[in-house]
Every structure is written in C-alpha cells, then in structure tokens.
C-alpha cells in the first residue's frame, strides 16, 4: 500500500521483487532482498534505517544508476531509463560534489548545458533555482567559500534548475549539524512542493523523517514490515 491517498496515475517508479547483491561466491553482500514498491506523483517519503540497511542501494536503484540483480525496476510516468537524468529524476548526495573551479551559478547551470542547454539559458534557470532558494547572493562564490549547509542547499538548487518531477536524496544531512540539516530539508521540500515533485529522502535521523509524509523502515536489506511497502 502507498502512504498517501489512492491515485489513478502511473507510478514515477516502480520496484518489482528486486535484490541487488555486490561480489561473488563467498565474498557476495546481498543489500536489497526481494524489494516491491512503487513511489507515486507528489509523494514526499523517508526511508529510514542504520547505515548498511539498504537505503542507498535501494535510491540508487530508483535513481536508475544501478541495475538489480534480480528483479525489475521502471518508471511508468517517467519513461526510459536512458532519459532519467537530466531531467525526470535529481539525485542529491550526501556529499554535495560541487566542482570545485566553478563558482556556484555555473555549478548548477552544469547539468543543463550538459543535457543541451545554451550557457544563457541553463544560467538564467540556475538564477532561478538559486533565487527561489533565496541563495541568489551565493552566486559568484566558488565551492570553498560556502559553509557545508551551504554547498548542500546549492546542490538542492541544481536539483531544482532541472524541474524534475522526482528528487532522491540520499542521506542529506548526514554530513551537517542540525541547525544546517534542516534548511537543507526546508530547501528539498520548497523544491518538491515548487515543482510539484515527489521527494524520498533515505535517512537515519527520526527528525529528518518526521518532516516527511510518510516513512518507510529499512533493516538488513528489506522493509521492517510487510505492510510499508506499496502492492501493485
């Protein structure tokens, strides 16, 4: 079941009984067993749980950056795996991985000259991510002249200059203070609510998911209860 009201559209992503297992023989880590569910159009959900549950495995899958051993993943509302990013779907980081000899407009106009963009363009939407975040006055820093805060809520607005239509953050906050931690989760959810997206945020923090919807529990590699997880 889904922790939000019944919806007739398609799912953004859907997880069909997926494992995920790293290495061989005697050495295999199994990290996912058996997963099933779906995240719906403006769904906002934590998946929680301890580090080495499965959590970034599992958005790494959502994500479209790794492929299941077993099972299957897809996006009914989003398309072909090919076309997830830029676009459809952002990734948020727990380490913000801004380039380091770009100041901050350029580092979130990034993806969209990669994906085409003119430098004119995918600058004045970076402007207006960036504004929208109220990190305008950021602009023409470089990387190492923002707080850790700072540089995670620039790598929200990259997210953001991209509309897309699923945010996954993987662990936000887990590198920030509180005070820092949450104007990074006020920033994901004024991106979500701005562009009407659906947000999953993994985390091990109970006040990170308490901002949330709904919560998902993960532990050694599969939902704590059978009832967390959404049915087809």
Do not use: Y
Request: overall charge negative.
């Amino acid at each position: 079941m889904s922790d939000e009201a019944p919806t007739t559209t398609k799912p953004l992503v859907s997880v069909r009984g997926a494992a995920r297992t790293f290495g061989r023989g005697s050495s295999a880590v199994v990290a996912l067993h058996d997963i099933t569910c779906d995240i719906d159009p403006g769904q906002t959900l934590a998946i929680v749980g301890p580090s080495g549950s499965g959590k970034s495995t599992l958005l790494n899958l959502m994500a479209g950056l790794d492929l299941p051993t077993r099972g299957t993943v897809s996006w009914p509302g989003l398309g072909d795996r090919s076309t997830l990013r830029p676009g459809p779907v952002a990734v948020v980081f727990q380490v913000p991985s801004l380039i380091p000899a770009l100041d901050v407009i350029e580092n979130v106009a990034l993806p969209l000259v990669l994906a085409g963009r003119t430098q004119i363009d995918a600058e004045k939407q970076a402007t207006h991510a960036l504004d929208q975040l109220d990190l305008g006055h950021l602009a023409a820093r470089l990387p190492e002249d923002l707080s850790g805060g700072q540089a995670q809520r620039v790598a929200v607005a990259r997210a953001l200059a991209g509309t897309p239509r699923l945010i996954l953050a993987d662990e936000p906050t887990g590198q920030l203070d509180h005070v820092a931690g949450a104007l990074v989760v006020d920033a994901l959810l004024h991106a979500a609510t701005a562009l009407g997206a659906a947000l999953v945020v993994s985390t091990h923090d109970p006040k990170v998911a308490e901002r949330l919807a709904g919560s998902w529990s993960m532990h050694d590699g599969t939902f704590e209860a059978e009832e967390q997880m959404c049915s087809a």
